[in-house]
């Protein structure tokens, strides 16, 4: 007998219908001799319906009570899928995210999974139920309600295969699996049988929105097998492993991302410690910054050029504009209408064309590049957002993936 953990996302229990299907599919998973773990998020675009209904009373609320409100949607899903399930005659029961044993750390809407105590859930499981956990939510150790992140039910699934020691954890999503680019941009995309954690990751944070970051490290540290498949139809998906075979294809994919920011400081002074006093600003106000160009120095004065989230724009000004007693430079510009358009596959270090022939394929297509960057698995470039879906279907034709 296995025990597999499934994941149906906010469009897979989006109405009764679905909710139904669902539930038929969770039985006969359950009914062909699996013990079976269900996490659920909110109903389609509950969370954000939700965050309007708070905005509307106050659009400065306390984190701690949004929590209290978002965990709301996941809850109603896992009523109506227990109710779906009852109806068809199969034994289940829904628990909450803190019934189920989830503890998390006390940072109110991105909390992370300290631990999962699971005793309610296995001895629910001992009692030959099926037993359908609400996503997204948890609770910290001052016994607030915390929820994970937007996306985060992935991570809940992931954390849960983990700690109960699942065969699989099977992702079900409005998508058939991961493709090698966005179907919607690119027509020639093709899904994947396999992919490495590692590229999985990548994909993931480059703006592949098929799974939720966190989920795939947690997937890769606790070794849990991964599948992405459709709630919809039943054909194989895509499965999420240590290592596949990197021989067959080199390039997995190709991503576009299009919420960066790039801010340039032109004119900074050319000496040592200015790239250390800039970043560590950055980082004292929890600004991620992605991709930094430097360039080289002339007359006394060199240009750092950086990369953010949009959300992060505003603040990153703020801060530059702060060091303007300690920091000498000419001025800051900023741009927001750009894309990170990368691609992503094991092994790329090995072939040393590979960024040549990405360039080349924008440059076929006269596309310019504001920046670029590379790591073992990726090569990533800035390009302006108008050209965002162009490149991304002349580099997926230039691989011929
Ligand atoms: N319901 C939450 C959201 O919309 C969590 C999730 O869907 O995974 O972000
Ligand atoms: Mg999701």
């Not at 703020?318 to 920091?327: G, P, S």
Request: charged share 25%; hydrophobic share 45%.
């Amino acid at each position: 007998m296995a025990l597999i953990v499934q994941k149906f996302g906010g469009s897979s229990v989006a109405n009764a219908e679905r909710v139904r299907n669902v539930a038929s599919r969770v039985v006969e998973t359950m009914q062909a001799g699996n013990q079976v773990v269900v996490v659920v998020s909110a109903q389609g675009d509950t969370t954000d319906d939700l965050i309007e209904k708070a905005n509307e009373i106050n659009t400065n609320a306390s984190k701690r009570e949004m929590d209290m409100l978002l965990a709301a949607g996941e809850e109603i899903s896992i009523a109506l899928l227990a109710m779906a399930i009852e109806k068809i005659g199969a034994s289940v029961i829904s628990l909450t995210g803190w019934q189920a044993g989830f503890k998390t750390n006390a940072v109110p809407g991105n909390a992370r999974i300290d631990r999962i105590d699971t005793e309610r859930v296995q001895s629910e499981l001992d009692k030959k139920n099926i037993v359908i956990v609400a996503g997204f939510q948890g609770l910290d150790k001052y016994d607030n309600i915390t929820t994970l992140g937007r996306g985060g039910s992935d991570t809940s699934a992931v954390a849960l295969a983990a700690a109960l020691g699942a065969d699989r954890c099977e992702i079900y999503t409005d998508v058939d699996g991961v493709y090698t680019a966005d179907p919607r941009i690119c027509p020639n995309a093709k899904k994947l049988d396999e992919i490495t954690y590692d590229e999985m990751l990548e994909l993931a944070s480059l703006g592949a929105n098929v799974l939720h970051n966190r989920s795939v490290e947690m997937a890769k540290k606790y070794n849990v097998r991964l599948e992405v498949k459709s709630s919809f139809e039943k054909v194989p998906g895509t499965i999420v492993k240590e290592v596949t075979n990197v021989e067959k294809m080199l390039i997995r994919g190709v991503t576009r991302d299009n919420d960066v920011a790039r801010i340039a400081i032109i004119g900074l002074e050319d000496t040592p410690g200015i790239a250390f006093k800039v970043f560590s600003a950055l980082a004292k106000y929890g600004i991620n910054v992605d991709m930094i160009l430097q360039s080289v120095g002339r007359n006394g004065t060199k240009d750092i050029a950086f990369t953010v989230t949009k959300e992060c724009l505003q603040k990153t000004l703020e801060v530059l504009e702060n060091l303007k007693d300690t920091l000498t430079y000419e001025e800051v510009t900023h741009r927001d209408d750009l894309s990170k358009v990368s691609i992503v596959g094991a092994g790329m270090t090995n072939n040393p064309g590979v960024a040549a022939k990405m360039f080349e394929a924008l440059f076929d297509a006269d596309i310019n590049i504001h920046m670029i960057s590379t790591s073992e698995i990726k090569v990533s470039t800035l390009i302006n957002v108008a050209n965002a879906e162009k490149a991304v279907r002349v580099i997926h034709d230039k691989f011929n993936i």
